[in-house]
């Protein structure tokens, strides 16, 4: 079974519009850590942002947040605002445990339309 | 900081040669992993280090070792190369502060293998 689902391989998205990508996860463990991160087509890995499973907040980093649903497993990306150079592949990954492995979903492609 | 450093940045293989992708991280980052990207596949984890002389296999393990006998290297050595391990191969290192968890990847190996 998938560890992490990312239900939308493609999203067309108008400029300056809010972005919402979806991230659902599967794990028994109480300790675990969600991560988000950007690959442009240049081919580089960025993070982007981080949740822990213990905090409460929704973490967020400049126009990128996380909507931590624990109850749901779901760990969606919001970009605010959206700009051209947010085309991207965008990934979800999860770390089960302390210090154990991080594995990614099968990431979704968002293209920005002028 | 030169962060995580990969080298080559590109090889050409033929069946059955061997080879060594290295990985070098300056940031004394205890955790290391390495990935492999196929289209439309994401990064699925070939093994992992949570430090100097431990080391894990990921989900793709078979056909690729790894040693880690100091915190600064991980390579990751092809026994016998594959054309089915054509791929992008991309190193990673992180280290979590409190709360706070962050991963670091390095730019890329390009492999094609004949």
């Known amino acids: 079974a998938q560890k992490i689902t990312q239900t939308q391989p493609g999203m067309f998205v108008q400029e300056k519009e809010a972005v919402t990508l979806d991230c659902t996860y599967d794990?028994?463990?109480?300790?675990?850590?969600l991560f988000w991160y950007k690959q442009p087509s240049s081919g580089e890995m960025i993070f982007l942002i981080y949740q822990g499973s213990y905090d409460e907040q929704n973490a967020t980093e400049g126009r990128y947040s996380l909507n931590f649903q624990k109850a749901r497993k779901s760990a969606n990306l919001v970009i605010s605002a959206s700009q051209l150079g947010d085309s991207a592949m965008y990934f979800c990954?999860?770390?089960?445990?302390?210090?154990?492995?991080?594995?990614f979903g099968k990431g979704t492609r968002l293209h920005i339309l002028p | 900081n030169a962060g995580v450093t990969q080298t080559p940045k590109f090889q050409v293989l033929k069946t059955g040669q061997s080879m060594t992708l290295q990985c070098a991280q300056d940031m004394n980052h205890e955790y290391m992993s390495w990935y492999r990207q196929d289209p439309g596949m994401g990064l699925r984890l070939i093994h992992y280090?949570?430090?100097?002389?431990?080391?894990d296999q990921g989900e793709v393990p078979n056909g690729y070792n790894v040693s880690r006998s100091t915190t600064e290297d991980f390579p990751l050595r092809l026994l016998s190369a594959a054309p089915s391990q054509t791929s992008v191969y991309f190193c990673a290192s992180s280290y979590s502060a409190g709360t706070q968890e962050t991963q670091y990847f390095g730019p890329g190996t390009r492999l094609l293998v004949l």
């Open positions: 794990t028994s463990d109480q300790s675990y850590g």
């Open positions: 280090s949570v430090g100097a002389g431990i080391t």
């Open positions: 990954a999860m770390r089960e445990g302390i210090l154990d492995k991080i594995i």
